[in-house]
């Protein structure tokens, strides 16, 4: 069974979840709901997520969405029914080209694995399509083949470009997710602009973990979130991508203060979290941080007293670029202000 944590993804909070539940049971002690707003693979809300607690997901990509829906929604789902239908998948042999092999076969994947990505694929849609499937049992397929492609993939754990060497032949093998709809009983999952989404909402706990740089995760994940749309667009380059422009993040934008102020300004929430590293300007242009400490402190003081709580991690390098002295920080606001 897979795991929510099972997913390669750049800034996951899976090594730091411990110090942030350290710093909530410290600061906060009880507390009911949890909004995760940019949850990415959704680490954090599964690590709080308790039958008596609601759990807020929320991702921009909608192949995040797919799995956080996947994992933490409360809809029922037939386990037994799925795990033929994977075993089924398993046991494919496909020759035929399809949208997915043309584009991205002998890249992210040898042609025959590729084949039978793209059939399996369809095969979900028409499931889907003809009631065969619940959209709850078609999110945990969807999530099952990308967590069996990522394990695969000819990538250095994204998709910004491929490996140019001999792909590897690893057979594609599905798995059933491991879920536990006991504790999501409470749960919501959203795919929508985090400064959109904080307006509609309420929680205690407010949990922000935006992009920090230049970097696009819908350009990291392009392949992903065309698999999980699965509208088979028009791809281009030699990385193979599509056009992505409504999916970029205003958080990897010359502006994202801006963006910063405003949903922390609109957040109807009790305390905040905000978990942002100390590259600055460390690293190079991409990656260096779009949010100045100035403009976060400026930003969180509004709504109350901040304190910084900070741990050291290892980076995740792409390059040969040489930083060191990297820590993951958390800022922890109680609100005081209630602007609402």
Not at 131 to 137: A, F, M, P, Q
Not at 142 to 148: A, D, M, P, R, W
Not at 168 to 173: D, S
């Amino acid at each position: 069974m897979y795991k929510i944590s099972q997913r390669r993804y750049l800034g996951n909070k899976n090594s730091i979840l411990p110090f942030i539940d350290e710093i909530i049971q410290n600061e906060i002690g009880e507390f009911y709901s949890l909004c995760d707003i940019f949850s990415g693979t959704g680490v954090v809300g599964e690590y709080f997520n308790t039958s008596d607690r609601k759990i807020i997901s929320n991702d921009l990509l909608y192949h995040n969405y797919i799995s956080l829906s996947a994992y933490l929604n409360p809809e029922p789902f037939d386990e037994q029914k799925l795990t033929k239908i994977i075993d089924n998948f398993n046991s494919l042999e496909i020759n035929e080209d399809n949208y997915f092999s043309i584009n991205f076969g002998d890249r992210y994947y040898s042609k025959n694995t590729a084949k039978k990505i793209g059939y399996i694929r369809e095969e979900i849609k028409e499931l889907f399509v003809n009631g065969l499937i619940n959209r709850k049992e078609k999110d945990i397929l969807i999530t099952s083949l990308i967590y069996s492609m990522d394990k695969i993939a000819n990538t250095v754990g994204h998709y910004d470009a491929y490996i140019k060497k001999d792909i590897r032949k690893n057979e594609l093998t599905m798995g059933m997710l491991n879920i536990d709809l006991q504790r999501n009983q409470h749960n919501k999952v959203y795919n929508k602009d985090a400064n959109l989404l904080v307006r509609d909402i309420e929680c205690d706990i407010l949990y922000l973990d935006p992009p920090y740089n230049s970097r696009q995760y819908c350009d990291a994940y392009h392949l992903l979130e065309n698999v999980a749309l699965w509208q088979k667009p028009e791809v281009f380059g030699v990385a193979k991508k599509f056009d992505r422009t409504k999916l970029k993040s205003d958080y990897s934008k010359s502006d994202a203060a801006k963006s910063f102020d405003d949903l922390i300004q609109n957040a109807k929430c009790k305390y905040i979290l905000f978990s942002y590293n100390n590259m600055g300007n460390k690293g190079n242009s991409r990656s260096n941080a779009k949010i100045s400490d100035e403009d976060i402190m400026k930003t969180l003081q509004k709504r109350g007293k901040v304190k910084v709580f900070e741990k050291e991690y290892k980076e995740f390098n792409a390059g040969n670029t040489k930083v060191g002295d990297n820590k993951e920080r958390v800022f922890f606001v109680k609100v005081s202000k209630f602007l609402y």
